[in-house]
């Protein structure tokens, strides 16, 4: 059974920075993505950042670009998210989601098959 668990969410100030964490347990995909996810108060869950364990590509919204960054530990099955500079707008809890998709070239995949849980994330003075 595929397990997902999220970590690192917090209070932080505008201009800070939080690692996010997600530990998967219990994969048995030959190759699959890891996407963080997030969904603020009244939004909808929109895609934030993407890893592949296949082709080791990446991507990221926009809105991240250049102030997030996405990254894995084979060894211990967890996925990062690095995220410096938070604005107020990053507010929202991010969740990790896995699917048996080759690449993440070409923008996020929606049909992912596990998510976890979430994690909490305020940028705030």
């Given amino acids: 059974q595929v397990h997902l668990v999220e970590s690192g969410g917090g209070l932080v100030q505008p201009g800070g920075s939080l690692r996010l964490s997600c530990a998967a347990s219990g994969l048995t995909y030959d190759y699959y993505i890891i996407d963080w996810f997030r ?9 934030v950042s993407c890893i592949s364990s296949a082709d080791g590509s990446t991507y990221y919204v926009d809105s991240v670009e250049g102030r997030f960054t996405i990254s894995r530990d084979i060894a211990k099955n967890t996925v990062y998210l ?43 003075s």
């Fill in 39 to 47: 969904q603020a108060p009244g939004k909808e869950r929109e895609g």
């Fill in 82 to 124: 690095q995220m410096d500079n938070l604005k107020p707008e990053d507010t929202a809890v991010y969740y990790c989601a896995v699917a048996e998709e080759p690449t993440c070239v070409g923008g996020f995949y929606f049909g992912m098959d596990h998510w976890g849980k979430g994690t909490l994330v305020t940028v705030s």
